[in-house]
């Protein structure tokens, strides 16, 4: 499958909304029992490191040399980190004043992490549809968590469902727009920036898993046959889907 479309691109962009928006409905309605929970964010792990390792790199590896790959990787892992920075200087920031405050920043912490998807998505489907679809439906899981921490958080600032729901609903833009900006840089890119790029995405991808999902996976303390299965068959599904979906 080669290229996408504009178009279909902004459609895959939903994607990662869409776990966020489960995640959503489930606080809503009760909340998930901690087994689930962890079980769901270490196959979201799983999938996520398939995906830099079966997907992007050695898509990156058939464009640029070695030790380019080697400083994207760096570059992404870098990249990763100062996101990550950003987010938790700007839910301080908000903590500083108080109440509410301290919900809207993790709102909009959750709001730059769905841009980021729809930036791997739009820059993924740029290359290749198949690589696109990886993208956008390997956030899917990973993102449930996020929203339902987000709505819970909501629930308990009480604020009106009205107003709450009103602010949730501007999720999906944000990786519709993310993935405007990944696919404008890589339509027509070379293959030096296209590896690079991917490379990127590839180190980004792999230091937020370690860093900011498997310790969140471990938070409720899933038993070791679950999170590890989980993993397993998070990875698994990943490749088969890459073996079947692929050009």
Known sequence: MGQTSLLAILALALLPSLGNLIGIALAEWRKPPGWLVGG???AAAGIATAV???ELIPRSQERVETWILALALIAGAVCSAGIAKATRLLRARMEGLGGRATTWGAYAAVGVDLFTDGLMTGGGGAVA???GVLLAVSQVVGNLPGGFAI???FRSADIPRVHRWSALALYPFLPVLGALAGYA???DAGELLTGFVLALFAGLLLTATIEDIVPEADQPQAPRR???TAFALG???LLLTSAYLGE
């Open 235 to 237: 990875f698994a599904a």
């Open 129 to 131: 549809t198949s690589l």
């Open 185 to 187: 840089v890589l339509a």
């Open 226 to 228: 679950v999170s590890s």
């Open 151 to 153: 709505a819970a958080n």
């Open 40 to 42: 769901a964010m270490h």
């Open 52 to 54: 830099a390792a079966i």
